[in-house]
């Protein structure tokens, strides 16, 4: 039987762990190459640390793991040379590009009027501007191959609904279900198809941190994993605290897949029925 994504390639931000690396990986089980980027270091006003380069290293080895061809480069979504460079590398080596997860993303949370103008820009830049990016550089190659390709850009439940003291996260979000709306008319004639992912809480480690504790419980003396779950379990139709990161990657593979052939412009919740409450 003929893995979904057989012969085509992928290409992956934020790549270096949780949904970026797991994104790869699942798109490589189901036979795609893949070209996989992350900044690979910390990032101004962000308090949880971020991927370095051994983490990327380490998903290059397990996309490689399953026989998959993969190119890993250091590349910031906040600067188009670097994205650009990548992604023609990639290309170059591995033939051809079909799939575009723009997955790269932060979070700095903030309360009581407390958001900096600093941090509001470099939310926007990252979670907004960062996917705009990858698009950019991304979709001449698709359309070089002629064959159509599949866009999934990571948004957030914050980007169909309200959150408070992530007011900057909320609006790159929201802004990133726009963005679909437009590419996917633009792109559409191609056979180009643009959709977006809208999780709830994931088990990554830009969730699971100590200022994301102290958000979603206050009062806790000391907030930590354990207080966090009750509160982000509550939120929930389902009775589960947050989603793994596969679940997102297997809807993932579903938009990249001829599964989803005639899907496109939408916004695709994997979120525990948070939007439900």
């Given amino acids: 039987m003929s893995k979904r994504l057989e012969g085509l390639v992928a290409f992956v931000t934020g790549a270096g762990r ?30 949880y640390d971020m991927a370095d380069e051994a983490d990327l290293k380490e998903t ?13 480069r250091v590349a910031d979504v906040r600067n188009m040379a670097s994205l650009a460079a990548a992604v023609d590398e990639g290309v170059g080596e591995l033939g051809r590009l079909d799939i575009v997860c723009a997955n790269a993303g ?9 958001l900096s103008e600093a941090d509001w820009l470099q939310v926007i830049d990252v979670n907004l501007t ?7 550089v991304s979709v001449p190659h698709i359309l070089a191959g002629g ?7 990571t948004s957030s439940a914050a980007g169909l609904r309200g959150y408070a003291n992530i007011v900057h996260y909320t609006a790159a979000k929201h802004g990133v279900n726009g ?15 643009v959709n977006t992912l809208n999780p709830t809480q994931v088990d990554t480690p830009m969730i699971m941190n100590e200022a994301s504790y102290k958000q979603f419980s206050p009062e806790a003396p ?21 989603v793994d990161p596969v679940d997102v990657s297997n809807a993932a593979v579903f938009l990249a897949s001829e599964e ?18």
């Avoid at 932060?106 to 407390?114: A, K, L």
């Avoid at 960062?130 to 950019?136: A, E, H, K, M, P």
């Avoid at 989803?260 to 409450?277: N, Q």
Wanted: include cysteine; aromatic fraction near 4%; hydrophobic fraction near 40%.
């Fill in 18 to 47: 949780g949904q970026g690396r797991s994104h790869a990986v699942r798109m490589a089980q189901e036979g795609a190459d893949v070209i996989a980027v992350d900044v690979c270091r910390n990032i101004d006003g962000v308090t």
């Fill in 130 to 136: 960062g996917v705009w990016r990858t698009t950019t």
């Fill in 222 to 242: 000391n907030p930590s994993r354990d207080t966090f779950a009750p509160v982000s379990q509550s939120m929930h139709v389902l009775p589960v605290p947050w």
């Fill in 106 to 114: 932060i979070n700095i949370p903030s309360s009581d009027g407390t």
């Fill in 60 to 72: 290059a080895r397990l996309v490689e793991a399953t026989g998959q061809r993969v190119v890993a």
């Fill in 260 to 277: 989803s052939r005639y899907i496109t412009g939408i916004a695709l919740p994997v979120d525990a029925g948070v939007l439900l409450k």
């Fill in 179 to 193: 963005l679909v709306k437009t590419l996917a008319l633009e792109l559409g004639p191609h056979r180009i198809r």
């Fill in 147 to 153: 064959r159509g390709g599949s866009i999934i850009l």
